[in-house]
């Protein structure tokens, strides 16, 4: 299916289920086009079935469903640019999606965040070697090479808004240049002077608070998700004379006033409660108050929440000559550096290392923790809550010494310095040292082991590289999916009873139309990969994933039957599309009881789905097995 042209495709399979006028929505799952017609009459399924990459046409629970194969995804990709019926761009049906809201939210920021990671990184870096430049006295703050350099270091984050309001909009699917405009209001010098004068501010008579947007991360976010409703809304109701510069005139007169009284009083008000919360405090238990800065202070910076603390620092810097607030800040970002350093060294993932490994030396060097926090530790989860566990308790023998900063600087081990002459010097290193410890050894020990982006060159069969061979994982998982004889042993994702694949309850996959493989009624929820490979589809609803070998065999693991439709609901994935997995690694958690009271049958389905190029697919799986048992043997 290699040689399918998929625009054709696409075009094709419209024209001949009647057109788009006759399709009310397109969604997709692992290998179908999922079509809802207002007339399937219209539909000529001989038609479709005949179009080269189609391999069957099925229509159920109100669908008609086109069959397409792990190549799905680019049919639909093609769909949404011929046709206005798709509704995600920035890879939506690939992302992964958590069983919960949280995890939803951090898949959100994460996926937000990546094409500007490594742009961050450099940035960070030079921020980094600039402050180095400085403390060496290398070179003078005051000189006008370094305001060039540091313009060109602080630019990316002062406006970060706007950047993210680029692939903010393409994940939401909304006008990117509307995005951009709504982005600089917010970061708009006179907004910035009128939020820094501290006087009131109004807006049509209505009172507005104002909050420092520079930097922040939330707001735009929030406000780009809103515009893309709102311009979806205008765009139907509005006269196709006036639409083109109607609907982002009206989206930038409403979004920018909305989010400035909505977005900045919010935030303002839950800051300065925060601010008020752990000054009170610091006046009773100056070590609980510790803990809660070095824990939580990335997290009040993720949502903006920091800059009801950052006029008290500074207030405290201006009337007293220290502040000691900034005391637990070394432990709560030098953790998260940390944790980002043990991902460096512990991943197997070239790129995650890469990002991990700068963006730790420019958190170590400069405090500049968005690479390591947005590209690292959160899409993994567990070295963000190491890096927590180490700011609490680092930040508490910090604050319990009395230590702060005399100076306002970015706290880093290049600003160890400004902590010298107030407090305890000595229990500020110890803290420090005690944060960066717990968060680097929790995550090295403990954290995510990624797989290798590229095989082993070690072992090879006849001069082409062979996957890694992964450890077992099971009593009976095996060390390796190939063998030197041409045979992988494609194994048993899930432990459970196997069925023949006839007797799964879905024609598609029961008729062998996507290829030949077994069914699996689990025993529990985690699901382990088959072989060693390429992910190369991963479900944004996390029941289904597609993945390559290193010698051309394609398993599709598929969880449960038509759990499509539970939108993710119960599902957590643990791999993304295009990362390395080795035979037995954990790639998705299912709850059985969530599938179980919404009706759905369990079975996990296992196929090879490019079958017919290859020579032989052979089940070999029966009664109960353990997850890594055999379950296909395939002969390419």
């Known amino acids: 299916m290699g040689s399918v042209n998929y625009r054709t495709l696409a075009e094709d399979i419209l024209q001949e289920v009647g057109g788009e006028q006759n399709v009310t929505s397109a969604t997709h799952c692992a290998t179908r086009l999922r079509l809802k017609l207002r007339d399937e009459s219209k539909a000529d399924k001989a038609a479709i079935e005949k179009l080269p990459g189609v391999i069957t046409v099925m229509q159920a629970g109100g669908q008609y469903q086109v069959v397409i194969g792990n190549n799905v995804p680019t049919v639909y990709a093609e769909l949404g640019k011929i046709s206005k019926l798709t509704d995600d761009r920035l890879a939506g049906a690939d992302a992964p999606a958590g069983g919960n809201i949280f995890n939803r939210f951090i898949d959100l920021i994460s996926s937000i965040f990546q094409p500007v990671l490594w742009p961050l990184a450099g940035a960070g870096l030079l921020k980094a070697f600039l402050s180095m430049a400085t403390q060496f006295g290398w070179l003078a703050a005051e000189s006008q090479t370094y305001v060039i350099l540091a313009a060109a270091a602080d630019a990316l984050f002062y406006f970060l808004p706007m950047f993210l309001a680029i692939t903010a909009a393409k994940r939401f699917r909304t006008n990117q240049f509307t995005s951009m405009a709504i982005a600089g209001a917010l970061v708009y010098p006179s907004i910035i002077a009128l939020a820094a004068t501290g006087e009131p501010v109004a807006f049509a008579g209505l009172p507005v608070v104002l909050m420092n947007y520079t930097s922040s991360v939330i707001p735009i976010i929030v406000a780009v998700w809103l515009q893309s409703h709102l311009e979806r ?77 950052v006029p008290v620092m500074v207030n405290d810097l201006t009337t007293q000559g220290y502040s000691l607030l900034t005391g637990p800040l070394l432990a709560a970002v030098l953790s998260q550096a940390a944790a980002a350093l043990a991902v460096a060294i512990r991943s197997h993932s070239d790129a995650r290392r890469e990002v991990a490994a700068t963006g730790s030396l420019s958190g170590f060097l400069a405090g500049i923790t968005e690479p390591v926090i947005y590209g690292v530790n959160l899409p993994l989860k567990k070295p963000f809550y190491f890096g927590i566990a180490g700011g609490v308790v680092g930040g508490a ?50 954290g995510p082991r990624e797989s290798a982006d590229a095989v082993s060159p070690a072992a090879t069969t006849g001069g082409a590289p062979v996957p890694a061979v992964p450890g077992a994982t099971s009593g009976a998982a095996q060390a390796s999916t190939a063998t030197l004889t041409g045979v992988v042993d494609v194994l048993s994702p899930v432990a459970g009873r196997a069925v023949p694949l006839a007797d799964v309850q879905d024609k598609v996959f029961s008729s062998g139309a996507m290829g030949q493989g077994v069914g699996i009624v689990p025993s529990d929820g985690r699901i382990y990969s088959p072989i060693t490979g390429t992910v190369q589809v991963a479900m944004k609803t996390g029941h289904a994933y597609g993945i390559k070998s290193a010698e051309g065999v394609e398993a599709l693991v598929h969880i449960g039957i038509d759990t499509v439709k539970l939108g993710g609901r119960g599902f957590t994935a643990e791999v993304t599309r295009g990362q390395q997995v080795r035979a037995g690694d954990l790639i998705a958690v299912v709850d059985p009881d969530v599938v179980a009271e919404a009706g759905y049958d369990l079975t996990t389905v296992l196929v090879v789905t490019n079958t017919k190029e290859l020579t032989a697919v052979v089940p070999v799986a029966s009664g109960t097995v353990a997850h890594g048992d055999p379950a296909l043997t395939v002969q390419v």
């Open 233 to 309: 809304f205008l765009a139907k109701v509005l006269p196709d004379a006036i639409r083109n510069f109607s609907v982002p005139l009206l989206t930038i007169l409403v979004m920018v006033p909305l989010v400035l009284m909505t977005v900045g009083p919010v935030t303002t008000y839950a800051a300065q409660g925060i601010s008020s919360g752990v000054n009170a405090i610091f006046g009773i238990a100056p070590w609980l108050a510790g803990a809660i800065l070095g824990g939580f202070w990335q997290v009040f910076v993720l949502f903006g929440l920091h800059w009801g603390l």
């Open 397 to 446: 023998i910090a604050a319990a010494g009395g230590s702060a900063a005399n100076a306002f600087v970015f706290p880093s081990l290049l600003a160890l310095p400004a902590y010298t002459a107030v407090g305890n010097f000595t229990l500020q290193l110890i803290g420090t040292a005690v944060a960066v410890a717990i968060a680097f050894t929790l995550t090295f020990f403990f």
